[in-house]
């Protein structure tokens, strides 16, 4: 979230922000937050004055005025509960403030910054990834569906070792530079997605758990407990409420998880084989620094690079898309997306999206440091995907098809697969 001394003071800007992410009119009613905020203020004040002045009362004073100071407080304190409900309400509504040099407008503005590789050129008739699943006895969406519901498939034989292949291969790469590697939990509190930023706006997305778990004395939990999408979640929730030593920075930790989502946005698209699935595998890494906006940039490209020389050592043709204000989430200060050429959708997909979002997750969170000087700031926070499986396994599957019915495994790869060719059974 902002800082509500932001909002009071650089009003112009938050409402810019508003116009350029693209909310409809009324989604955000900034009247009432800073009246809110006014009223809240006001109460506070007068609760703490009338606390003070019971602690100043003589004993022969607190029998006369104590009563009354009573009554008045008990006036107070439902009020301001429900005015700090209310008011905490509207300030997980208010996005971030975007990049003043990131393209304005909806996702038809998004600008394509760099380009690897030229899309592959075949000599003969390819065929999608799903007919390479059937024939090669790879992948087995009917028998997914079957078992799972809508979007449910299997990974088979030398899929299942692709698949787990990648995510070894990214832990290496992370590890290489410097990332802390985190098993992290994927049931996760609602803080933690509220936090994110995922809550709210996006819980649609977020399957929540029917059944409540249990304590040790066999009592339910009393919180509600969620599926996280993505890494990004527990990775942040990890340093909630924490102060963090700023000599410690850039803090970078890397997670490897299964990831749940409902996909309620993206009903009705990609209905037919692996681009968007409920659940999937995925590496992400999460970057804290400073709040400065250099060490932020820094820190931004940086994350770029162990995407890019994975997708390098794979072969893989990629491009690099800067994400206009309308489609890059409330709480985002920059977006960039890495898609990889796929040749049965004749068209770049996304397989990464990298986001540096400032002190917004960090105030919902509570992540802090402490500077030189002894103040304490919130801490500046970043996302990337690394690698997600079975999408990427579209690209690797259908840019390395041969003319004989096989798959070409990278180099790369093929160590953790066992073979460098996967051939008709």
């Known amino acids: 979230m902002l800082d509500i001394e932001f909002i009071r003071t650089h009003r112009d800007e938050v409402e810019q922000a508003i116009q350029d992410k693209l909310y409809k009119p009324g989604d955000i009613n900034l009247d009432e937050l800073l009246s809110l905020d006014e009223e809240r203020r006001g109460l506070i004040t007068k609760r703490d004055q009338l606390l003070a002045e019971r602690n100043s009362l003589a004993i022969e004073q607190a029998k006369e005025r104590g009563p009354q100071i009573k009554v008045e407080l008990a006036e107070i304190e439902p009020r301001l509960a429900q005015v700090e409900e209310d008011y905490r309400s509207h300030m997980l509504q208010i996005p971030q403030i975007p990049a003043a040099d990131a393209p304005r407008g909806d996702e038809s503005k998004a600008v394509e910054i760099k380009k690897v590789g030229e899309p592959t050129n075949f000599d003969f008739t390819p065929i999608d990834h799903i007919q390479l699943g059937k024939q090669l006895d790879l992948i087995d969406i009917e028998r997914g569906a079957a078992v799972s519901g809508y979007r449910g498939y299997y990974l088979k034989n030398e899929a299942a070792l692709m698949h787990h292949g990648l995510m070894q291969l990214a832990l ?37 758990i029917a059944n409540p778990g249990r304590l040790a004395d066999g009592s339910e939990e009393k919180d509600a407990a969620y599926l996280a999408g993505t890494a990004e979640v527990p990775l942040l929730a990890y340093f909630a409420d924490q102060t963090i030593d700023q000599t410690k920075f850039p803090v970078k930790v890397c997670g490897i998880s299964q990831a749940y989502r409902s996909e309620v946005g993206g009903y009705g698209r990609d209905t037919k084989g692996l681009y968007r699935l409920h659940e999937f595998m995925k590496v992400e890494q999460v970057v804290l620094t400073e709040a400065d906006d250099a060490a932020q940039a820094k820190a931004f490209q940086e994350m770029l690079e162990p995407v890019e020389e994975l997708l390098q050592a794979l072969e893989l043709p990629y491009r690099i898309i800067d994400i206009p204000t309308g489609d890059m989430g409330q709480g985002k200060v920059r977006q960039y997306d890495i898609e990889t050429w796929m040749p ?28 030189a000087d002894g103040k304490k700031l919130h801490a500046y926070t970043l996302n990337n995907t690394v690698l997600a499986s079975p999408r990427l396994l579209i690209a690797l599957l259908e840019n390395h098809q041969q003319a004989d019915g096989s798959i070409r495994i990278p180099e790369a790869l093929a160590k953790y697969v066992g073979v460098d060719r996967i051939s008709a059974k």
């Open 172 to 208: 290496h790469t992370m590890r290489a530079r410097g990332f802390t590697i985190v098993v992290p939990p994927t049931i996760v509190r609602d803080f933690a997605l509220v936090g994110s930023g995922h809550f709210p706006a996006g819980a649609q997305e977020v399957y929540q």
């Open 344 to 371: 049965s959708r004749n068209a770049y997909g996304e397989t990464h999206s990298a986001s540096m979002l400032g002190d917004w997750q960090a105030r919902r969170l509570g992540i802090k440091y402490k500077t």
